[in-house]
């Protein structure tokens, strides 16, 4: 009986592990995406991703369910996982979400000097990255001060959640390759939201971010639809 019952915990302590081990894969690959190191439509080889890691292909197929089940990656029969390509549905529900948390988070969450100069920080460096013309650092700037504004909110969860949105979002930035000025006129409205947050303007911040993400989904899903509509085959 006794033996029994040590097996039974070993087993309980494997499968906790496992789990463990497989929330943290899930992690590393969203976090790739969000850098941009993993691109839409990119196949994700168990076998080479596996190895690299260095974990079981039953652990990496776990991963690749918690994020297929984030819609950052695409499960097709017989041909694998790949790297999802988010369309105008996906991108109206990312702006859904953050339309919820972003502007609550500008205005009731805990605004700290130390904050506020790592914000100022991130625009700084995305007018240098506007000025020089280079779209990666634009959006690298981008995801920054978004992911410092959510994190005011002091709360771990709404934390994991923007940092699955995030890696959606670099995924939908790789549609506008096409649109190499769509970060530069956004990085004015990001200097203004955080000179508001300096200046305790935390109504004005919150209505002005609201009006920025109102745009952005607009310009983003109008780009989709032409994009969508170039596509379709001419008819005779």
Known sequence: MAITAATELDRTSGSAEHAHT??????????????????????LSEQSLSMALGVSRNTLREAFSVLAGESVVT???????????????????????????EPAAALWGEVTPEVLENMEAVVERAQTARDAGS???????????????????????LRTLMDRVLAEM??????????????????????????????????????????????????LVGHLARDATAEQPRTS
Request: charged content about 25%; glycine content about 8%; hydrophobic content about 45%.
């Open 22 to 43: 497989a929330v943290w894969i899930a992690t590393v690959l969203r976090g790739r995406i969000a850098a941009g190191e993993l691109t839409p439509g990119s196949k």
């Open 170 to 219: 670099r995924l939908v930035f790789h549609a506008m390759a096409s649109a190499p000025d769509f970060h530069s006129h956004y990085v004015d409205r990001n200097v203004q939201l955080v000179e508001r947050l300096r200046a305790g303007q935390r109504e004005d911040a919150a209505a002005g971010l609201r009006a920025y993400l109102d745009s952005a989904e607009a310009e």
């Open 75 to 101: 499960k097709i029969p017989n041909r694998g996982v790949f790297v999802a390509s988010p369309g105008i549905e996906e991108v109206r529900e990312i702006y859904r979400v953050r339309r919820m948390i």
């Open 135 to 157: 779209v990666a650092d634009m959006a690298d700037a981008n995801q920054a001060l978004h992911s410092a504004v959510v994190g005011l909110a002091g709360s771990e969860s």
